[in-house]
């Protein structure tokens, strides 16, 4: 059965602190994971890792896939309160373009 | 460019009622998809569409069905609604199945 599972499922950290959210995979037919972060409502999309681009960065945010490993981190670096949300993995299967969810790591930033 | 838009975002239905959920796209998008999402679970796939007409099953279909005449629209129907189906469905779609998906505001459905 494939599944994503995400670590920890909650964090509380201090603005200004760094976070790294882990991600862990095992499917039969991988084509690429994917990070988004979901605040009050919709899930948002941050990035997209596959076997051709293992590192992705935005601003702060930064993700690295470890294919050896089957699984991948988000990092936060200098975390502000508007970084507080869950924050989701995904991986999307090769075979039928379906994706597979973590549970999500709910992050809170404190002041 | 509204994106991905839902409609009821709320509704209370009585067990065994029916319903229909509405999700339109306005971004010429290929692939959609409902989910439902549960605490502590994630996002759940229902049925996805790969064009206008197709439907497929996902991971938790039961109770459930849908359609996609247009290819703007993807209807996801209650036939007799339970309460184990309370839960929050987001319907989203994307141009090529890649799962970059923009996903829609979501509808929060209680079941008593």
Not at chain 1, 33 to 43: C, D, G, N
Not at chain 1, 45 to 52: A, E, H, I, R
Not at chain 2, 10 to 27: E, H, I, N, P, Y
Not at chain 2, 84 to 96: G, P
Request: charged share 20%; aromatic share 8%; glycine share 8%.
């Amino acid at each position: 059965e494939d599944k994503v599972v995400q670590s920890p499922l909650s964090l509380v950290v201090h603005e200004g602190d760094t976070v790294t959210l882990n991600c862990s995979y095992e499917v039969t037919n991988f084509r690429s994971l994917l990070w988004y972060k979901q605040e009050k409502k919709a899930p948002t999309f941050l990035f997209m890792l596959t076997s051709s681009g293992i590192e992705k960065k935005s601003g702060r945010l930064s993700s690295i896939l470890d294919k050896k490993e089957l699984s991948s981190i988000l990092n936060i670096t200098a975390t502000q309160t508007g970084d507080s949300a869950i924050y989701l993995c995904a991986v999307c299967l090769g075979s039928n373009y379906q994706l597979i969810w973590g549970a999500g790591t709910k992050l809170i930033i404190k002041p | 460019n509204a994106g991905v838009t839902q409609t009821p975002k709320f509704r209370v239905l009585k067990t065994g009622q029916s319903m229909t959920l509405l999700c339109a796209q306005d971004m010429n998008h290929e692939y959609m998809y409902w989910y439902r999402q549960d605490p502590g679970m994630g996002l759940r796939l229902i049925h996805y569409s790969v064009g206008e007409g197709t439907t497929a099953k996902g991971e938790v279909p039961d109770g459930y069905n849908v359609s996609r005449l247009k290819k703007q629209n993807f209807l996801l129907g209650l036939e007799s609604a339970a309460p184990s189906q309370t839960s929050v469905y987001f319907c989203a779609s994307s141009l090529d199945g890649s799962g970059r998906d923009t996903f829609g505001s979501g509808t929060r459905l209680t079941v008593v």
